[in-house]
């Protein structure tokens, strides 16, 4: 199994800059596609960013594409989201996730293994 541990959440004002990183445990880690859900109070799961198992692709969300990154390190067990220029409406529990299968159309019930997840507020 896979265990995911995310950090580097906050409160942050509007314009600023959040990275959010996920450490996962044991060797399997290059084994699985990984990428960020959020959850916004009141609403449901939504996928932000996905990257392939080597990071050779990487897909992001309209709604925060050109603002935030994905990128991970096999070597260390890591997978990070960058975001920048973050506004009010990125709110939400980011939550790192793996699976077998990845993209942004991989609905939440698809994927294996879930972190804890970490709050991100936005202030404006």
């Not at 990128?71 to 960058?82: C, E, G, M, W």
Request: glycine fraction near 12%.
């Amino acid at each position: 199994q896979v265990q995911l541990v995310e950090s580097g959440g906050g409160v942050v004002q509007a314009g600023g800059s959040l990275r959010l990183s996920c450490a996962a445990s044991g060797r399997t880690f290059s084994s699985y596609h990984m990428g960020w859900f959020r959850q916004a109070p009141g609403k449901e799961r939504e996928a932000v960013a996905a990257i392939s198992l080597t990071g050779t692709s990487t897909d992001i969300a309209d709604s925060v594409k050109g603002r935030f990154a994905i990128s991970r390190d096999n070597a260390k067990n890591t997978v990070i989201l960058q975001m920048n220029s973050l506004k009010p409406e990125d709110t939400a529990v980011y939550f790192c996730a793996a699976g077998l299968t990845w993209g942004l159309t991989t609905p939440p019930g698809r994927v294996a293994y879930w972190g804890q997840g970490t709050q991100v507020t936005i202030s404006s």
